[in-house]
């Protein structure tokens, strides 16, 4: 399996702010990818981010809102900008390995 | 579009009892790949179980097996002799075989609760 951490577990941010996440894993990996998960629901996949190339958005995600990074096999950020309200969720990252996708433990944001 | 769909929002077990969270899902792909996933309190995303589509045989993992019936779509989750830590969100979850496609489409998910 791979473990994978996250950078805040959480943060209250203003509105209109802007905050990047971090998430590390501990071993080389293809494929990382970034969900949402809104209160009480279900996860929502926002983007997959492969190292090397541009990350792939999902409908109704959009890169000037979600800018994602992956400079390793390791590494990647997503930055929630001009936050509003409505982004107050937990954002989690996952790596595909083996076939099976592991978690971080997520970041809680409130958006105040 | 892959959909997966849990029909439970609730389920409550008492300790030691056995209990089964449906699944449904609905794709045109032969070969995928069906999880269920485990979300306490905690936040942190639990794998349970995996079910390869070409298999035939039911995963098991010790008190975690799944009925998969691959014409009818279903997946479900029984979980025998309840622990009280097993209380958590399940989410069933499906992905292809498409080697650099593996994004996991979820369901609503399920809450179980265990009586004690």
């Known amino acids: 399996s791979a473990v994978i951490s996250q950078k805040p577990s959480r943060d209250i941010c203003q509105r209109g702010t802007s905050l990047t996440i971090q998430c590390q894993v501990d071993s080389q990996v293809t494929m990382m990818f970034w969900y949402r998960q809104q209160p009480g629901q279900s996860l929502t996949l926002i983007a997959t981010a492969n190292q090397g190339s541009e990350a792939t958005y999902e409908s109704g995600f959009v890169i000037d809102k979600f800018p994602i990074s992956r400079p390793n096999l390791t590494f990647s950020t997503l930055t929630v900008s001009n936050m509003s309200p409505e982004d107050s969720s937990i954002y989690l990252c996952?790596?595909?390995?083996?076939?099976?996708?592991?978690f971080g433990p997520g970041t809680r944001l409130t958006v105040t | 579009a892959q959909t997966v769909t849990q029909s439970q929002p609730e389920m409550s077990v008492q300790e030691a009892e056995t209990v089964t969270l449906s699944c449904t899902y609905d794709?045109?792909?032969?070969?995928?790949?069906l999880f269920w996933y485990k979300q306490p309190p905690s936040r942190q995303m639990i794998l349970v179980i995996r079910?390869?589509?070409?298999?035939?045989q039911n995963a098991t993992e010790n008190r975690f097996s799944v009925n998969f019936q691959k014409a009818a779509k279903s997946f479900s989750l029984k979980i025998s002799d309840s622990q009280l830590g097993d209380a958590a969100m399940y989410f069933c979850a499906w992905t292809t075989s498409n080697f650099g496609n593996e994004k996991l489409t979820f369901g609503t998910g399920t809450r179980l609760t265990i009586i004690p």
């Open positions: 794709t045109s792909e032969s070969d995928y790949y």
């Open positions: 996952s790596v595909s390995y083996r076939v099976e996708q592991y």
């Open positions: 079910q390869e589509a070409y298999k035939q």
